[in-house]
């Protein structure tokens, strides 16, 4: 009976095997080596445990540590490599991508700063669901992404507009927002979301309260916050501001969206 109930259909299969991987990087006088264990699971993705960085600089170890978090390791999550200049001194820094796997969430960075005051020191940034590109103006490296408190705040996700947020690391290493200082990416980005809002607003079941609420973000940043003031008294009037009563519509959205741009430094308070 015992040797029917082991063999038999119902035995459960054996786990996948744990599988190492490693990955490596080098520039110049900087060596980064990412090890992580890999298992597949029963839906086709991977789960990953003991992931670890080791990083040095003119063969000196400068980072050796274990970096598993709910961020980095886990079913379906990602990571990837890379040395990128981002901090403006001699040597390139290590960053580490990962991605949390689920809807809509979550991207985040750490930097291993690797010379200077901060070396063998980490900075991370959860960026939530946009993630984030790296652009460089006049030798300053910036990390261009989008404000991910916007989400669900006004509207659903779908509906939802993100502005644009640049980041910079300050001389302590720490994320610092700039976005201000880069009018041009604004500017872009601003256009972007006028051009969402004028071709839904006043359609049947549109709802514009979270692209409008993007471009007013970047209008404030731009300095033209009554630009933004303006099509808010004119949007209400013609009713354009309504949508899923989850979210406050009308004058209640309007009330919402300078209470939210006021905390969060878009405008003043």
């Excluded at 040095?56 to 170890?61: A, N, P, Q, V, Y």
């Excluded at 601003?190 to 809002?197: G, H, L, R, S, T």
């Excluded at 607003?201 to 916050?225: F, H, M, S, T």
Aim: hydrophobic share 40%; net charge positive; with cysteine.
């Amino acid at each position: 009976m015992l040797a029917a109930l082991l063999c038999g259909p119902a035995a459960a299969a054996a786990p996948a095997p744990w599988v190492p991987v490693v990955v490596q990087k080098h520039s110049g006088r900087v060596q980064a080596e990412l090890t992580v264990e890999r298992q597949r699971s029963s839906f086709g993705n991977y789960d990953y445990r003991k992931l670890h960085l080791r990083a040095t600089l003119d063969g000196k170890t400068v980072f050796d540590q274990g970096l598993c978090s709910p961020q980095t390791c886990g079913i379906a999550t990602e990571h990837t490599l890379t040395l990128r200049n981002v901090w403006g001194d001699s040597v390139p820094e290590v960053l580490l991508d990962s991605y949390s796997g689920g809807a809509h969430c979550c991207f985040g960075t750490t930097v291993v700063f690797l010379d200077g005051p901060r070396a063998g020191r980490t900075v991370f940034k959860l960026w939530g669901d946009p993630g984030y590109r790296l652009v460089n103006r006049a030798g300053t490296t910036a990390f261009e992404s989008a404000d991910d408190r916007f989400a669900y705040e006004f509207t659903s996700f779908a509906g939802s507009g993100l502005p644009i947020e640049v980041l910079t690391l300050d001389p302590n290493g720490a994320f610092q927002n700039v976005t201000k200082s880069w009018p041009g990416l604004v500017r872009a980005d601003a256009k972007q979301w006028w051009q969402a809002y004028v071709s839904q607003r006043g359609k049947p079941d549109a709802d514009v309260r979270g692209v409008v609420a993007a471009w007013c973000a970047d209008e404030y940043l731009l300095a033209a916050g009554t630009a933004c003031e303006s099509e808010l008294t004119r949007a209400l009037a013609k009713g354009y501001l309504k949508g899923p009563t989850i979210w406050p519509q009308n004058a209640r959205f309007v009330a919402l969206l300078h209470r939210q741009l006021a905390k969060w430094a878009y405008s003043p308070s």
